[in-house]
């Protein structure tokens, strides 16, 4: 600590880290507790309103984790033990959901399987709808997937073949073999995946609030309660019940199931081809992993019908009337890629210096800015989007209205995984590479400019790209900080959705999707090589 | 003498574990000093206070009569070569080397001239485009040395620098490195737990263990007379003999029996008689000659230079070096050993602060 002093920048940084970390995560998490009086807290005992959301958030968290985990754990052993032709079609299929808007999977299959879906009325001439908790059911598994694959994915690429051969080579095979080898050695791993994945569902606002109709969720029905009854104490009390299993979760498989994780356990990686597949169970893979990359482009292929079609439902004629009058309604599309790019740079950079900071110092309050930094990992979008709209739009800082208030939300909401990143790479640097630099007379500023962040560059794009795509495509923060002067195209979207506008809402979000693939293709580029996003 | 680098009373802990202990050394300008030791003996620690990494927590630094206690390290020129290099992975060789002159701000002549004169030195001239992931362990060494050595500093650290590279290559570095020390007379420390290497390089060399300096002498000093049990046993093969010195101090008496003479006066007492290997003359027979002493061969290997005989002889057993064997029989059963009063030396520490 005394060398802090000696050096101020290296005292200015840990400065404006803390005192941003503890106004803008801490504080708006104490506002949110104490914003409620003791009467909205009782209400939730008594209210029935609150109990079934409750309920109906812990059943089809339950339902949706189950099948999203099961779901990416097929996929994942197919795409890394088995030798299914296409492999790396379904790898890209998979990871297309991360980079798109959550709601998205809700907001497609609605119009492909809704009353006037483009498959069950247009197709198969049914007036059935997928409205309602199956259809969240089956969304949410969709759009959650692609994370329990790409986590379980890692596990299982961790897994040593030579393993397996050595199991082989004691008399297991096929099915005898995943069961006592592949199978016990990845649990730790899939446990972790399926709270991952629980957290994402719970949180879950855009899907059940476009798909769910009356079965309404925690996060949904602490939007009705602002958006209809101007009750933000019952919202903040609702972004309590969703913050307190997920903290609780999150701090679990943080520190309980990552320790129990066998992938630590590193050695010389052979490089050993797979055993061969038999047939049959080529076959089945094969087709669990076609017809799941069919849900998901469908999802996309949805959303390009639906831009492009005159009147969904009755004239499939095509048009490009929608794309026009969205451009007319440009600011909300303008907000969006302004407000994200702001948020995605600062909060980057903010990550890598306070993990900057956290790898090269110790102390206490470098534990706090280690725990500071990743607790946002664990919040609920909405309970963000409440935080903040009951702590910055009052009193001095009253922001209400403002962009700054959307962009500080995006911001800090996104920092803890540009921090991981970061830390991770300040872990490989070594140390000692700092201390040449410092040996031939750098200092503090001159170290982390021209050694560390370059060294860091790629690091920064990935946290740059992840907390853009994250803040453009995010629907759950914006939805309680939304004003008619800071409005963004998620919220547009919604809007569209819930009057019924499907043209309007595809083609909007067709262009949110181009913005955030033409980032990411940027990204990609500047970063000079293969960047890890979403890891 | 023109001691350059001074350190006096320096004590080192980390939370509650003293790793160096009351440091007292006073190093001559231009002169090969190496800290010696095994692995956790505090020789890196000292080597990184002197460069300003760990903090001078009580004692005193003094580089050229001036205290450095607070100088920041970026302010030294204490340059260090990094035991795995620390080559900056994202420039140049080239940016590298010149990345301490830049960070200084000197005009591009002087830079360039500097440069031209370290590559020289250190042959490396054709590397200088290329990116430090390109060069081989060796090549490395070379870059690192040369960043070091092209700020011109007032002392130049070396942590273990060779102990990456495979065994050929690390002995012909030696005699280079001690060739282009000699040749540039720069003031350098360098830290290795490898004897050889220390008698190799060094004008000096300082004995640590367990955060003491236990002996600070030439290299002849530290292997001819040490003057502890743990530096005999540490730097190279000793024989160690238990036994007294009595009545006549020129007499060393073992088992109660058997009398050596010595060459020197050694103070009343107990004390053990210290002998290295090749010091040891192996006879056939006893030509009843003062000094020499019947012994049983045990066990012997082969190492083509020279043969390394167990004996049995004075109550303990004895390495003997045999050089040059030519092709003679390899001795067996009974032998003699001669035992030269000049080359004897005992150890008569009672306190053995090595142990």
Same mark, same amino acid.
């Given at each position: 600590?005394? &060398?802090?002093?000696?050096?101020?920048?290296?005292?200015?940084?840990?400065?404006?880290?803390?005192?941003?970390?503890?106004?803008?995560?801490?504080?708006?998490?104490?506002?949110?507790?104490?914003?409620?009086?003791?009467?909205?807290?009782?209400?939730?005992?008594?209210?029935?309103?609150?109990?079934?959301?409750?309920?109906?958030?812990?059943?089809?968290?339950?339902?949706?984790?189950?099948?999203?985990?099961?779901?990416?754990?097929?996929?994942?052993?197919?795409?890394?033990?088995?030798?299914?032709?296409? &492999?790396?079609?379904?790898?890209?299929?998979?990871?297309?959901?991360?980079?798109?808007?959550?709601?998205?999977?809700?907001?497609?299959?609605?119009?492909?399987?809704?009353?006037?879906?483009?498959?069950?009325?247009?197709?198969?001439?049914?007036?059935?709808?997928?409205?309602?908790?199956?259809?969240?059911?089956?969304?949410?598994?969709?759009?959650?997937?692609?994370?329990?694959?790409?986590?379980?994915?890692?596990?299982?690429?961790?897994?040593?073949?030579?393993?397996?051969?050595?199991?082989?080579?004691?008399?297991?095979?096929?099915?005898?073999?995943?069961?006592?080898?592949?199978?016990?050695?990845?649990?730790?791993?899939?446990?972790?995946?399926?709270?991952?994945?629980?957290?994402?569902?719970?949180?879950?606002?855009?899907?059940?609030?476009?798909?769910?109709?009356?079965?309404?969720?925690?996060?949904?029905?602490?939007?009705?309660?602002?958006?209809?009854?101007?009750?933000?104490?019952?919202?903040?009390?609702?972004?309590?019940?969703?913050?307190?299993?997920?903290?609780?979760?999150?701090?679990?498989?943080?520190?309980?199931?990552?320790?129990?994780?066998?992938?630590?356990?590193?050695?010389?990686?052979?490089?050993? &081809?797979?055993?061969?597949?038999?047939?049959?169970?080529?076959?089945?893979?094969?087709?669990?992993?076609?017809?799941?990359?069919?849900?998901?482009?469908?999802?996309?292929?949805?959303?390009?019908?639906?831009?492009?079609?005159?009147?969904?439902?009755?004239?499939?004629?095509?048009?490009?009337?929608?794309?026009?009058?969205?451009?007319?309604?440009?600011?909300?599309?303008?907000?969006?890629?302004?407000?994200?790019?702001?948020?995605?740079?600062?909060?980057?950079?903010?990550?890598?210096?306070?993990?900057?900071?956290?790898?090269?110092?110790?102390?206490?309050?470098?534990?706090?800015?280690?725990?500071?930094?990743?607790?946002?990992?664990?919040?609920?979008?909405?309970?963000?989007?409440?935080?903040?709209?009951?702590?910055?739009?009052?009193?001095?800082?009253?922001?209400?209205?403002?962009?700054?208030?959307?962009?500080?939300?995006?911001?800090?909401?996104?920092?803890?995984?540009?921090?991981?990143?970061?830390?991770?790479?300040?872990?490989?640097?070594?140390?000692?590479?700092?201390?040449?630099?410092?040996?031939?007379?750098?200092?503090?500023?001159?170290?982390?400019?021209?050694?560390?962040?370059?060294?860091?560059?790629?690091?920064?794009?990935?946290?740059?790209?992840?907390?853009?795509?994250?803040?453009?495509?995010?629907?759950?923060?914006?939805?309680?900080?939304?004003?008619?002067?800071?409005?963004?195209?998620?919220?547009?979207?919604?809007?569209?959705?819930?009057?019924?506008?499907?043209?309007?809402?595809?083609?909007?979000?067709?262009?949110?999707?181009?913005?955030?693939?033409?980032?990411?293709?940027?990204?990609?580029?500047?970063?000079?090589?293969?960047?890890?996003?979403?890891? | 003498?023109?001691?350059?680098?001074?350190?006096?009373?320096?004590?080192?802990?980390?939370?509650?574990?003293?790793?160096?202990?009351?440091?007292?050394?006073?190093?001559?300008?231009?002169?090969?000093?190496?800290?010696?030791?095994?692995?956790?003996?505090?020789?890196?620690?000292?080597?990184?206070?002197?460069?300003?990494?760990?903090?001078?927590?009580?004692?005193?630094?003094?580089?050229?009569?001036?205290?450095?206690?607070?100088?920041?390290?970026?302010?030294?020129?204490?340059?260090?070569?990094?035991?795995?290099?620390?080559?900056?992975?994202?420039?140049?060789?080239?940016?590298?080397?010149?990345?301490?002159?830049?960070?200084?701000?000197?005009?591009?002549?002087?830079?360039?001239?500097?440069?031209?004169?370290?590559?020289?030195?250190?042959?490396?001239?054709?590397?200088?485009?290329?990116?430090?992931?390109?060069?081989?362990?060796?090549?490395?060494?070379?870059?690192?040395?040369?960043?070091?050595?092209?700020?011109?500093?007032?002392?130049?650290?070396?942590?273990?620098?060779?102990?990456?590279?495979?065994?050929?290559?690390?002995?012909?570095?030696?005699?280079?490195?001690?060739?282009?020390?000699?040749?540039?007379?720069?003031?350098?420390?360098?830290?290795?737990?490898?004897?050889?290497?220390?008698?190799?390089?060094?004008?000096?060399?300082?004995?640590?263990?367990?955060?003491?300096?236990?002996?600070?002498?030439?290299?002849?000093?530290?292997?001819?007379?040490?003057?502890?049990?743990?530096?005999?046993?540490?730097?190279?093969?000793?024989?160690?003999?238990?036994?007294?010195?009595?009545?006549?101090?020129?007499?060393?008496?073992?088992?109660?029996?058997?009398?050596?003479?010595?060459?020197?006066?050694?103070?009343?007492?107990?004390?053990?008689?210290?002998?290295?290997?090749?010091?040891?003359?192996?006879?056939?027979?006893?030509?009843?000659?003062?000094?020499?002493?019947?012994?049983?061969?045990?066990?012997?290997?082969?190492?083509?230079?020279?043969?390394?005989?167990?004996?049995?002889?004075?109550?303990?057993?004895?390495?003997?070096?045999?050089?040059?064997?030519?092709?003679?029989?390899?001795?067996?059963?009974?032998?003699?050993?001669?035992?030269?009063?000049?080359?004897?030396?005992?150890?008569?520490?009672?306190?053995?602060?090595?142990?």
């Amino acid at each position: 600590m005394k &060398k802090i002093f000696k050096d101020p920048i290296l005292l200015l940084m840990f400065v404006v880290i803390t005192v941003a970390l503890v106004v803008f995560v801490i504080y708006p998490i104490i506002s949110v507790f104490l914003f409620p009086d003791i009467e909205d807290y009782v209400k939730v005992f008594t209210d029935l309103r609150y109990r079934k959301a409750a309920f109906n958030s812990l059943f089809i968290m339950v339902l949706s984790t189950i099948t999203a985990t099961v779901f990416g754990f097929v996929y994942a052993y197919s795409i890394v033990k088995t030798d299914i032709p296409f &492999k790396k079609f379904f790898k890209i299929v998979s990871i297309l959901p991360l980079f798109s808007p959550p709601f998205m999977v809700a907001f497609s299959y609605l119009m492909l399987f809704g009353k006037n879906g483009l498959i069950t009325y247009g197709l198969l001439g049914i007036r059935a709808s997928i409205m309602g908790w199956h259809g969240l059911w089956l969304a949410q598994t969709i759009a959650f997937f692609p994370v329990a694959a790409m986590s379980i994915e890692g596990v299982l690429r961790s897994i040593s073949p030579s393993v397996e051969y050595a199991g082989r080579n004691l008399g297991a095979d096929g099915f005898k073999l995943f069961r006592t080898i592949t199978l016990p050695l990845s649990t730790p791993g899939v446990a972790g995946a399926a709270l991952l994945v629980s957290i994402l569902v719970l949180a879950d606002f855009g899907n059940p609030i476009m798909i769910s109709g009356d079965f309404s969720v925690l996060a949904t029905e602490a939007w009705m309660r602002v958006e209809g009854w101007g009750d933000v104490a019952g919202a903040a009390v609702i972004s309590i019940i969703l913050l307190v299993p997920s903290v609780v979760i999150f701090l679990f498989q943080r520190f309980w199931v990552q320790r129990r994780s066998y992938v630590t356990i590193t050695g010389k990686i052979v490089n050993i &081809k797979q055993k061969p597949t038999v047939w049959y169970a080529r076959v089945l893979f094969f087709i669990f992993c076609m017809i799941v990359s069919v849900m998901i482009l469908l999802v996309y292929f949805g959303i390009l019908m639906g831009a492009f079609v005159k009147g969904w439902g009755f004239d499939w004629s095509l048009t490009m009337k929608w794309f026009l009058e969205v451009l007319n309604r440009g600011r909300e599309l303008v907000n969006s890629v302004v407000y994200s790019v702001t948020a995605g740079c600062i909060s980057a950079l903010f990550a890598i210096i306070a993990a900057y900071l956290v790898s090269r110092n110790r102390g206490i309050i470098t534990k706090f800015i280690d725990f500071a930094s990743i607790l946002p990992a664990a919040l609920p979008g909405i309970f963000i989007g409440i935080g903040y709209s009951v702590t910055f739009t009052r009193g001095p800082a009253d922001l209400y209205g403002t962009a700054t208030i959307v962009i500080l939300a995006m911001i800090f909401w996104n920092i803890s995984m540009g921090y991981q990143t970061g830390l991770n790479s300040f872990k490989q640097i070594s140390v000692s590479l700092s201390e040449a630099a410092s040996n031939l007379g750098a200092n503090q500023l001159k170290i982390f400019w021209q050694i560390e962040a370059p060294l860091v560059k790629s690091s920064f794009i990935s946290a740059f790209i992840v907390s853009f795509i994250r803040s453009i495509t995010t629907l759950s923060v914006i939805v309680f900080l939304a004003t008619s002067h800071n409005k963004v195209a998620t919220f547009t979207i919604m809007n569209f959705v819930s009057d019924g506008f499907f043209g309007k809402a595809a083609a909007l979000t067709t262009f949110l999707l181009c913005v955030s693939f033409l980032i990411l293709a940027i990204g990609r580029k500047l970063a000079g090589k293969k960047i890890q996003i979403f890891d | 003498m023109n001691h350059h680098l001074v350190i006096k009373n320096l004590y080192k802990s980390f939370g509650n574990t003293e790793v160096l202990h009351n440091i007292n050394l006073e190093i001559e300008k231009g002169l090969f000093t190496t800290f010696l030791g095994p692995s956790g003996c505090g020789k890196t620690t000292l080597l990184r206070t002197i460069a300003g990494f760990y903090e001078v927590q009580k004692g005193e630094i003094y580089i050229g009569g001036n205290l450095i206690n607070d100088v920041p390290t970026h302010l030294r020129n204490t340059t260090m070569v990094f035991q795995d290099y620390a080559l900056f992975p994202h420039l140049s060789i080239r940016d590298n080397i010149c990345y301490g002159l830049n960070i200084k701000n000197m005009d591009k002549k002087t830079i360039n001239s500097r440069l031209d004169k370290t590559v020289s030195y250190l042959d490396i001239g054709n590397l200088l485009e290329r990116f430090p992931s390109q060069l081989s362990g060796g090549q490395q060494q070379r870059v690192a040395l040369a960043r070091a050595l092209v700020m011109e500093p007032e002392v130049l650290l070396l942590d273990e620098p060779l102990s990456n590279l495979d065994a050929k290559l690390r002995m012909n570095i030696r005699a280079e490195l001690r060739q282009l020390q000699k040749k540039l007379g720069i003031t350098t420390i360098y830290v290795t737990h490898d004897q050889g290497e220390a008698l190799a390089l060094s004008d000096k060399i300082a004995l640590i263990n367990k955060g003491k300096i236990l002996q600070y002498a030439s290299s002849q000093d530290i292997y001819f007379t040490p003057t502890d049990e743990f530096t005999a046993k540490f730097i190279g093969t000793s024989n160690l003999i238990e036994g007294e010195v009595r009545k006549d101090e020129k007499l060393f008496i073992v088992n109660n029996e058997e009398k050596i003479r010595l060459a020197g006066s050694y103070k009343k007492g107990a004390g053990k008689l210290c002998i290295r290997p090749e010091m040891v003359e192996i006879r056939t027979e006893d030509n009843g000659s003062e000094n020499v002493f019947r012994g049983r061969v045990v066990n012997y290997i082969f190492e083509g230079a020279y043969i390394r005989y167990w004996i049995e002889a004075l109550g303990s057993t004895v390495v003997a070096d045999c050089y040059d064997p030519g092709y003679r029989n390899i001795l067996d059963g009974e032998v003699y050993v001669y035992l030269n009063p000049d080359k004897l030396h005992i150890l008569q520490n009672n306190t053995e602060p090595g142990e």
